[in-house]
T-cell receptor
């Protein structure tokens, strides 16, 4: 069965520092891959998605993610974190065929300190 | 303005009572979903619907029920059979079941006393 692992439950970074959030997936083939962000008490918003093609994907709010097939990973990065980036981040996968909903990881909570 | 509206935002109920959470979308999306979110558990799928008058169980459907009588609406009933109903509930919609972006409502927080 497909699964998504986000190894880091909570990460703290200083404002202006770079950020990398890890995501590993288990799948029989290359899935569709997504990153979502959730502010406290709110719904989720799509940051970026990968379907095929260029393995480096650009998203909103200055985020990017790189798909690495050999490592079954889809890590999220940002070169310089802003205090407003503090939120929870979810990686999700979906099959490129059939009618099966996305599977979400358990999330990584990002704290930003001055 | 297009989007998803969940109501109520906060709900308190006594144990043993059924509760219905509303979810309405005006995005003309075919697919709709209900997720439950608990701290440290991520999002767990309760039910989803790909088309009107059809829905499927997700990973944690026990103690919940849904209906999809209209394309715009996908209400969730938390029944008294749900053993631990206190949680944050998120509704989402999408053009297709897995290839498109999911649009989420702002959530409903249910507390059972």
């Amino acid at each position: 069965a497909q699964s998504v692992t986000q190894p880091d439950i909570h990460i703290t970074v200083s404002e202006g520092a770079s950020l990398e959030l890890r995501c590993n997936y288990s799948y029989g083939a290359t899935p569709y891959l997504f990153w979502y962000v959730q502010s406290p008490g709110q719904g989720l918003q799509l940051l970026l998605k990968y379907f095929s093609g260029d393995t480096l994907v650009q998203g909103i709010k200055g985020f990017e993610a790189e798909f690495k097939r050999s490592q079954s990973s889809f890590n999220l990065r940002k070169p310089s974190v802003h205090w407003s980036d503090a939120a929870e981040y979810f990686c999700a996968v979906g099959p490129p065929w059939g009618n099966t909903p996305l599977v979400f990881g358990k999330g990584t909570r990002l704290s930003v300190i001055a | 303005d297009g989007g998803i509206t969940q109501s109520p935002k906060y709900l308190f109920r006594k144990e043993g009572q059924n509760v219905t959470l509303s979810c309405e979308q005006n995005l003309n999306h075919d697919a709709m979903y209900w997720y439950r979110q608990d701290p440290g558990q991520g999002l767990r799928l309760i039910y989803y619907s790909q088309i009107v008058n059809d829905f499927q169980k997700g990973d944690i459907a026990e103690g919940y029920s849904v209906s999809r009588e209209k394309k715009e609406s996908f209400p969730l009933t938390v029944t008294s059979a749900q053993k631990n109903p206190t949680a944050f509930y998120l509704c989402a919609s999408g053009r297709e079941i897995n290839t498109g972006e999911l649009f989420f409502g702002e959530g409903s927080r249910l507390t059972v006393l």
